[in-house]
């Protein structure tokens, strides 16, 4: 059984910078698209990034130019460096790992923005 532990969360003033790391552990045997989701209180879950194996990546138009995805394919590692960080990023930060089995996601790390 795969699963995805996530860290790097926290407060930071608006402007400052954060970077989420998820990494993938238990038997794995191929991972392909990883990726970040968030969800604000009172909203529906949103994409935030995606990157594939090769890694061709994918951005909300909310983030282009302020957040940038990699991944170390050796590690099973996806990162999420978040820079000019605004009060509107605020959410729980969901990874996700897509395998040939199915999709899985991690527990969900806390991102606050203090205006």
């Known amino acids: 059984q795969v699963q995805l532990q996530e860290s790097g969360g926290g407060l930071v003033q608006s402007g400052g910078s954060l970077t989420l790391s998820c990494a993938a552990s238990?038997?794995?045997?191929?991972?392909?698209?990883m990726g970040w989701y968030r969800q604000a209180p009172g909203k529906e879950r949103e994409l935030v990034a995606t990157?594939?194996?090769?890694?061709?990546?994918k951005y909300a138009d909310s983030v282009k130019g302020r957040i940038t995805i990699s991944r170390d394919n050796a590690k099973h590692t996806v990162y999420l460096l978040m820079n000019s960080l605004k009060p509107e990023d605020t959410a729980v930060y969901y990874c996700y790992s897509s395998m040939n089995l199915g999709t899985v996601w991690g527990q969900g790390t806390q991102v606050t923005v203090s205006s």
């Open positions: 990157i594939t194996t090769t890694g061709v990546t």
């Open positions: 238990g038997i794995i045997f191929s991972i392909n698209d």
